[in-house]
């Protein structure tokens, strides 16, 4: 056996072999091996985070946007644990993810012997928080475990996985697999859907006349299917996660403008005789928990069996790949589908109603998703946080043309988004980025200002500032009698900030100054930042489920 090929150089060459190009993570005592193996290896780009929590996040956003598996390392115990909230977010996302943790020695592991970072049951921690987890307890599990874990990132749906390696194991020499050679990533397979579903489903788009589609993240691959059913007259919605897979400039694309707190939308739908849900589970956080009004006839194709009925009742199920079952109906149906020859009109005079309806509702801010995609590229990367102006133009309004550039925390916690731009600006291809946070969101997570800084990435950060948690004052409102409690954050002034990053800055004091401020911020390349400055813009009205339903208004025919 060679005693110069470890476990930590088999780590770095397996991450080469699945075409690995970027990593993220904090090198700590019980990663060194492995760091140094992959410097060593001189073929992959370590991103050095400020924290777990950011580099976890970084990984969700690189996979996102690059397709590619997103790989994180982190130390064990309280480095693996602060990783787990962006693991819980990219299984949120079905992001392909390899979180490599370290671990304390095989002989303290579980014995709870009070060796550094050791933390009781990390394995099963990093379980909960991912997909799975794995122990690499000798040199000669390791390739399998590896490949295990790969296989299982990529499996649908996909997510985290987490693969362990304690710090005597890193350093341990191993014969290197003869399987290195002629491994691939695995590709999943997808079994083919059952005749009598695939027959059911073609019956019911058959006998429509009506039908709408509603397309979620499982249907992302399947963009040149899914455009296929709009052409031939389909309408189609998305889910806040499934956006763009077919371009929402498409006059019969709603994108997410799908219903909830708007009654045109839900009116519409009661004229619909079918509803398609393509890789969707429906969301309670998209239908204002279950209360949008879907047409009663709506059958589910997903490649989960567990998708079936989960949130809203279907009358069929079709078990299969979104893009596999779609062909399989265009070939049964593709001649026999009598859409309603006023159907595709009127679902874009829907679309020309519903954006006037709700940018209508939006105050100050009704022009800002017409103002910032005027002057953002168009495969620019529109990564984001929960912040009130992406909660409402950023999800609703603004255009989207490709799914890969729709990156935001889908598990809905707030200060993810700078972390997620910082990674999926790392995506081959160099994309422009464009990242929507608001101060409170920022200083969550705000020393990755500094990654953004290191890496001299190509990314505009926009700060909605309105000098506090401006969602949280509008939920006070609501539920608390209009006692705001708790809302206010003394934060660095952001010029200030700016300048002590050393990167160029701009103030938004008035809405219609909000597209040339942007344009200038976009010029530059490199790290850049846009304050709106939204005391002098104007407090952003509350949306809904916080806010009223959103009125129709009278557009001209």
């Keep these: ?45 370590f991103v050095m985070a400020r924290g777990e929590l950011g580099a976890s996040h970084m990984a969700d956003g690189y996979g996102r946007a690059s397709g590619k598996l997103g790989v994180l390392f982190s130390s064990t115990g309280p480095g693996a644990s602060n990783a787990a909230t962006g693991l819980v977010e990219g299984r949120f996302a079905s992001t392909p993810m390899l979180h490599i943790t370290g671990q304390s020695s095989t002989r303290f592991v579980d014995r709870d012997m009070g060796s550094v970072h050791d933390i009781p049951d990390q394995l099963g921690l990093m379980a909960s928080a991912g997909k799975a987890s794995y122990r690499v307890r000798t040199p000669s599990d390791a390739f399998a475990v590896l490949r295990q874990a790969a296989a299982d990132a990529l499996s649908f749906p996909r997510g985290p996985v987490t693969v362990e390696v304690p710090i005597d194991v890193q350093s341990m020499a191993v014969e290197r697999p003869a399987g290195l050679d002629d491994y691939l990533l695995p590709t999943p397979a997808f079994a083919p859907a059952a005749e009598a579903e695939l027959a059911m489903l073609a019956d019911r788009v058959a006998n429509a006349r009506r039908p709408v589609l509603w397309v979620g993240r499982g249907a992302m691959h399947a963009g040149p299917q899914i455009q296929k059913l709009v052409e031939l007259g389909f309408g189609m919605v998305t889910s806040l996660a499934g956006r763009a897979v077919v371009s929402e400039d498409h006059p019969r694309n709603l994108g997410a403008l799908n219903g909830g707190g708007m009654s045109v939308i839900e009116e519409f739908y009661a004229t619909c005789d079918l509803m398609l849900v393509l890789g969707s589970r429906v969301r309670a956080y998209d239908t204002g928990d279950l209360s949008t009004k879907l047409p009663a006839n709506l059958v589910q194709i997903d490649v989960d069996p567990r998708a079936d009925g989960r949130t809203y ?37 829907l679309k020309t109603v519903a954006r006037a309806s ?22 620019a990367i529109w990564a984001r946080d929960i912040t009130m102006n992406n909660s409402s133009w950023g999800h609703r309004l603004f255009q989207l043309h490709h799914p890969s550039t729709n990156i935001y925390p889908i598990s809905g916690g707030i200060g993810q988004g700078l972390c997620l731009g910082v990674g999926a600006a790392l995506a081959p291809g160099g994309r422009k980025t464009v990242v929507l946070i608001g101060d409170g969101g920022l200083q969550l997570n705000l020393g990755e200002l500094w990654t953004a800084v290191q890496e001299n990435l190509d990314i505009t950060i926009i700060v909605g500032n309105d000098n506090g948690y401006g969602v949280i004052r509008q939920i006070q409102d609501k539920v608390a009698g209009g006692r705001r409690n708790f809302d206010d954050l003394l934060a660095p002034k952001l010029e200030a900030l700016a300048e002590v990053a050393g990167i160029p800055f701009w103030r938004v004091t008035a809405a219609d100054h909000f597209g040339d401020r942007a344009a200038q911020a976009l010029a530059v390349r490199g790290p850049s930042m846009v304050e709106i400055d939204m005391i002098a813009v104007g407090e952003h009205p509350p949306y809904y489920p916080i806010g009223p339903r959103v009125k129709t208004v009278e557009v001209p025919a």
């Design 1 to 45: 056996m060679s005693t110069s090929y470890t476990v930590s150089d088999l780590v770095a060459e397996f991450l080469a072999r699945c075409e690995v190009e970027t990593a993220f993570g904090v090198v700590s005592v019980h990663n060194v091996p492995m760091l140094d193996a992959v410097a060593r290896s001189n073929r992959i780009r």
């Design 313 to 349: 009742a279907n009358t069929g199920f079709v078990n299969g790949d979104v893009a596999q079952v779609i062909d399989e109906l265009l070939a049964r149906a593709g001649d026999r589908v009598r859409i309603d020859p006023d159907f595709p009109a009127q679902f874009e005079r």
């Design 358 to 379: 709700f940018k209508a509702s939006l105050g100050p801010y009704a022009s800002f998703a017409e103002q910032l995609r005027a002057v953002v590229p168009r495969d």
